[in-house]
């Protein structure tokens, strides 16, 4: 099974700052990588599919990357709305799997 | 726009089973792949298996074969989770979600999901 490793577990930041999520994946998954936000009591949402391509809707703030076997996504410009945990999936194969999750705190 | 709408939440003691269903909205039902992730309370996300609505051809992860099955009712565009055997550490909330694309083999990311169903189990 590919396991993705995330970090750090939880960040916080000012609105205005740039931040970075990072997800490596145990194995090779070429772009097959999803980024979603969750806010409290809600269902995630997803932000970031095939690694970099962002989903309609989602603010051009948001940017991901792959190099290798690692995948980054970056906040650029901090926003109150995006508190909430953050989480990566990998869609290579079966089964697939989510990273433990980066808690996303505001200053 | 495209909706999925889980059935409400549901108590039941150990050794039970459960049935959560998920009514697709607003496009074609067997088009799309639809998962079952579930979150325990405080923790993250978990995958937990898939269902093909156009020939109803289902996946578990290993956790769950042999206490987890997937159906699919064509003629409402609903999917059904049922567990069996229910433990405590099944408490959890059950999301279904729209992955991808049955016909073009697409990868399978998220970009619809359920509101969520929340199970309980406790004697």
């Known amino acids: 099974d590919i396991q993705m490793t995330q970090s750090p577990s939880s960040v916080s930041a000012s609105v205005g700052d740039r931040v970075t999520i990072t997800c490596r994946a145990s194995q090779r998954i070429n772009t097959w990588l999803a980024w979603y936000q969750q806010k409290p009591g809600k269902a995630p949402k997803l932000l970031i599919y095939a690694a970099s391509t962002l989903q309609s809707g989602v603010p051009s703030r948001f940017s991901g990357i792959r190099s290798g076997t690692d995948f980054t996504l970056t906040i650029n410009g901090l926003q109150p709305e995006d508190f909430g945990t953050y989480y990566c999936q990998q869609a290579d194969s079966f089964p697939y799997s989510f990273g433990q999750g980066t808690n996303l705190e505001i200053k | 726009q495209v909706q999925l709408v889980q059935s409400g939440a549901e108590v039941k003691k150990p050794g039970a089973s459960v049935k959560v269903s998920c009514k697709a909205f607003e496009y074609t039902f067997t088009s799309y792949y639809v998962h079952w992730v579930r979150q325990a309370p405080g923790h993250g996300l978990e995958w937990m298996g898939q269902?093909?609505?156009?020939?109803?051809?289902?996946s578990f992860a290993q956790k769950f074969q042999g206490r987890g099955t997937i159906i699919r009712d064509t003629s409402t565009n609903t999917v059904y989770m049922e567990m069996s055997g229910l433990r405590p550490e099944d408490t959890a909330m059950y999301y279904c979600?729209?992955?991808?694309?049955?016909?073009?083999?697409?990868?399978?990311?998220?970009?619809?999901w359920g509101q969520g169903t929340l199970v309980t189990v406790s004697s």
């Open positions: 979600a729209r992955g991808g694309i049955t016909v073009a083999g697409t990868p399978n990311w998220f970009d619809a």
């Open positions: 269902i093909n609505p156009s020939g109803g051809g289902a």
